[in-house]
């Protein structure tokens, strides 16, 4: 299949590996807020090199890593087209690539070309995959089965959650699924809860709102979709599925 001609009228190009110069790499279009606070953890080699291992990923979320990209890829069926919309430290985008299997499709997309240029490599084995250097609130293929948007929300700004919200949800075919996965409010008696406040306060400026929003309320046209939610571990993590029509 040639992914690199399907697309809606200025869906961004598919980059080879060999398009991908160092100069494109210091001057994509990145958003402020991934510049400002997760360079050291996006953008560098070393965060890069430091953090994409299964076992950070697994620590960083309390060893429900395995748990939560389970209660992801349950929602995947083989043939399905898929879309992931940001690159996934770990192994979550080779199981998703293993959950479509040959005969489906999952479209990655990344604004950071070091992350596109990583996960193509990471996913060289899977020509189901493919990889794509574009933003996600302006991602303009649609049609997908399944988008699986895995902890991406909480590192975005509001008006940046409602832009990739809205942008996903317009991505789906009839009948297709949006899931959800991210951090919520734990339970207020949750012995984490004092130490996911400190992390977010140093580190992730954008998770806490999660705390106090749901995901629906991002959606313009909530009412188009049926939306059900589950927590995990307490309350810390949510898995939400909006269904469409
Ligand atoms: C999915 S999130 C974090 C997931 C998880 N914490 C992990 O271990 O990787 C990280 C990725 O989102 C990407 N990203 C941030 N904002 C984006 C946007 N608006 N569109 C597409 N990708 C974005 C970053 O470049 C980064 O590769």
Redesign the pocket.
């Given at each position: 299949m040639d992914h690199s001609s399907r697309g809606g009228a200025g869906a961004p190009p598919v980059f080879a590996r060999s398009e991908m110069s160092a100069d494109r790499v210091a001057t994509s279009g990145?958003?402020d807020?991934?510049e400002e606070t997760?360079h050291w953890?996006?953008?560098s080699k070393l965060g890069r090199l430091l953090?994409?291992r299964s076992l950070?990923?697994s620590s960083?979320l309390w060893g429900n890593a395995g748990r939560l990209i389970r209660a992801t890829t349950d929602e995947l069926r083989p043939g399905e087209r898929v879309l992931q919309?940001?690159?996934?430290?770990?192994s979550?985008s080779r199981q998703l690539a293993s959950a479509v299997g040959s005969e489906g499709c999952l479209d990655i997309?990344?604004?950071?070309p070091i992350?596109v240029e990583h996960c193509q490599r990471k996913l060289k084995d899977f020509p189901q995959a493919q990889v794509h250097l574009?933003?996600?609130?302006t991602?303009g293929d649609y049609d997908y089965d399944t988008v699986c948007c895995?902890?991406?929300l909480h590192?975005?700004p509001e008006d940046?959650k409602h832009r990739?919200v809205n942008n996903l949800l317009g991505a789906l075919s009839q009948g297709g699924k949006a899931v959800f996965v991210d951090y919520h409010r734990p339970h207020r008696l949750h012995p984490l809860k004092g130490v996911m406040r400190a992390v977010f306060g140093s580190l992730e400026p954008y998770a806490q709102s999660l705390w106090k929003h749901e995901i629906s309320s991002y959606a313009e046209n909530a009412g188009d979709f049926s939306w059900s939610k589950r927590t995990y571990f307490g309350g810390l993590y949510q898995k939400v599925i909006a269904q469409r029509g």
């Open positions: 990145i958003p807020y991934l997760y953890a996006y953008l953090l994409d950070v990923v960083i919309p940001a690159c996934v430290y770990g979550f997309i990344d604004v950071a992350q574009a933003n996600a609130a991602w895995f902890f991406l590192e975005v940046y990739i």
